[in-house]
């Protein structure tokens, strides 16, 4: 019965082959692409901090170079003229990776130590007025750079001294400059191994594992949608993902309900088919011993006789159309102006009230009241609505609660819409109920009620053209029906009125 109910649901999405959908995935998951991203997003940003990391390290040597130049310069400038044998200066210059030392005061340059001078120098570096790009180009050249050129380096002197000039060696500063490079890799290696483990693991409990089974649940619904078990039960989280999940869960629920009525709505299919043919054929027998006593001369008989003629032609009518509710549209209405009261005093007659003494009843309808509308479908509509109210206050009574029991018709004309009202006395419509109250199954509250008189009056109101909805704040349960008059085309009265 489940198979039979869902295909016509794959049919109208697939109409031609089932849908394949992945029963899992394949490769890498969203953890692993994460770390597989995390990685060169943190080395990227190690590199981005590498640059002036560099620079600075590049600048910081060199003002130590100039720093140690000045301890020996006091040392120097402080001895007596020629007194500094050649060995100390050679070992004073060694110890501050130095091949010369000068200063400047005032007009003067000195030349305070020497040793191996180079024919050449390669670079000046001004250290009084370098700027944070200078210290970024000069960096990144030395470290391009090969060989072992000779640079001079300009710094503020101490003392008296304007400044101070030291002839150096770049290749050990440059060896310097690779040896930090390699920690500052080594390092950021590090941060981004751990960085992506820790990215991994936080991600992988907080968003993975509840993806994963949101993605479970998916697929396990869709092997069985009408299990309750494979409903997902969401968890407690407040964030897109409990989000996610309950609103999941709501969707599944709807879907399983709405397999079920479609189940139930297929089970009644065929029952009723089985039983159309027999039951076509006793009302058929019925009808032939009916119109045999339409020739009974009673006057009792006569008065009757038709009414039953009519409820029988009416049974068969609606046994012939009983699958079309499931299986297609109503059909269109026949419309045309009928007056109300005739209707009005047959559904009460149909529907066993004329004799009921216990349930009052009352019609507040317009003189002379007509509605455009198919005389058979607005007569179902009340009967389905006055049965209604007939079982509600049953109901009513029987749970021993007093009160007046009455059902009420009103009508009433307002302009080119006809509205009619059916209301009762009885508990009225429950909260719960009035979510899904014209919908196939849901409404029925009694013992063996089928759920179907709502579903069906509204689907005959909307035929017309019309409305109808549950009246708020009145004592029990009020429905409101609005049907419009049919637009007439002002030729078509013209030539009407021209013929007459």
């Given at each position: 019965m489940a198979a039979t109910d869902r295909q016509p649901i794959q049919d109208l999405d697939q109409p031609d082959q089932p849908a394949m959908r992945p029963r899992g995935s394949g490769g890498l998951g969203l953890s692993g692409k994460l770390l597989l991203l995390t990685v060169p997003l943190v080395m990227i940003a190690a590199s981005l901090l590498y640059v002036p990391a560099i620079a600075n390290f590049w600048v910081n040597r060199l003002n130590d170079r100039v720093a140690a130049a000045n301890t020996a310069a006091l040392v120097l400038d402080a001895a007596p003229l020629g007194m500094v044998p050649d060995s100390l200066s050679r070992q004073i210059l060694k110890s501050i990776n130095a091949r010369a030392v000068a200063i400047k005061m005032g007009q003067q340059r000195r030349l305070l130590a020497s040793d191996n001078l180079p024919t050449a120098i390669e670079h000046d570096i001004d250290l009084r007025d370098m700027t944070a790009w200078d210290a970024i180009t000069g960096s990144f050249r030395m470290m391009l750079e090969t060989g072992n050129q000779a640079i001079r380096i300009v710094g503020p002197g101490v003392g008296n001294a304007q400044f101070i000039e030291i002839v150096t060696d770049e290749l050990p500063l440059r060896q310097q400059m690779y040896r930090f490079s390699r920690n500052v890799v080594v390092v950021a290696l590090i941060i981004a191994a751990l960085t992506a483990g820790l990215v991994y693991l936080a991600l992988h409990y907080l968003f993975v594992r509840p993806m994963r089974r949101l993605t479970a649940s998916l697929v396990g619904f869709h092997e069985n949608p009408e299990s309750a078990a494979r409903i997902i039960v969401p968890s407690q989280r407040s964030d897109e993902i409990g989000v996610a999940e309950r609103e999941l869960s709501d969707m599944q629920r709807d879907l399983m309900s709405m397999l079920n009525q479609k189940?139930?709505?297929?089970?009644?299919?065929?029952?009723?088919?089985?039983?159309?043919?027999?039951?076509?054929?006793?009302?058929?027998?019925?009808?032939?011993?009916?119109?045999?006593?339409?020739?009974?001369?009673?006057?009792?008989?006569?008065?009757?006789?038709?009414?039953?003629?009519?409820?029988?032609?009416?049974?068969?009518?609606?046994?012939?159309?009983?699958?079309?509710?499931?299986?297609?549209?109503?059909?269109?209405?026949?419309?045309?102006?009928?007056?109300?009261?005739?209707?009005?005093?047959?559904?009460?007659?149909?529907?066993?009230?004329?004799?009921?003494?216990?349930?009052?009843?009352?019609?507040?309808?317009?003189?002379?009241?007509?509605?455009?509308?198919?005389?058979?479908?607005?007569?179902?509509?009340?009967?389905?609505?006055?049965?209604?109210?007939?079982?509600?206050?049953?109901?009513?009574?029987?749970?021993?609660?007093?009160?007046?029991?009455?059902?009420?018709?009103?009508?009433?004309?307002?302009?080119?819409?006809?509205?009619?009202?059916?209301?009762?006395?009885?508990?009225?419509?429950?909260?719960?109920?009035?979510?899904?109250?014209?919908?196939?199954f849901q409404t029925s509250g009694r013992p063996g009620g089928s759920g179907l008189g709502l579903a069906i009056a509204a689907e005959l109101v909307r035929a017309h053209g019309g409305d109808i909805h549950l009246v708020e704040g009145t004592i029990g349960a009020t429905f409101r029906i609005v049907i419009p008059d049919r637009p007439v085309e002002l030729l078509s009265i013209r030539n009407e009125r021209a013929r007459a």
């Open positions: 189940s139930r709505l297929a089970a009644l299919g065929l029952a009723v088919s089985k039983i159309n043919h027999d039951l076509r054929n006793l009302l058929a027998s019925a009808q032939l011993l009916s119109d045999q006593l339409a020739s009974v001369p009673d006057p009792r008989v006569q008065r009757f006789a038709p009414k039953l003629v009519r409820s029988l032609e009416r049974a068969i009518a609606f046994c012939q159309s009983t699958l079309s509710y499931g299986r297609a549209q109503e059909a269109a209405p026949d419309r045309r102006m009928i007056l109300i009261e005739p209707v009005v005093l047959e559904v009460r007659e149909t529907a066993g009230l004329a004799s009921d003494a216990t349930i009052a009843w009352v019609a507040a309808i317009e003189r002379g009241l007509a509605v455009d509308a198919d005389p058979d479908q607005l007569f179902r509509v009340l009967l389905n609505l006055v049965r209604n109210a007939a079982q509600a206050l049953e109901t009513h009574a029987s749970s021993g609660d007093g009160g007046v029991q009455q059902i009420r018709i009103t009508g009433k004309r307002e302009g080119a819409v006809a509205i009619l009202e059916v209301s009762d006395t009885g508990p009225g419509v429950p909260q719960k109920t009035r979510e899904h109250l014209f919908e196939a």
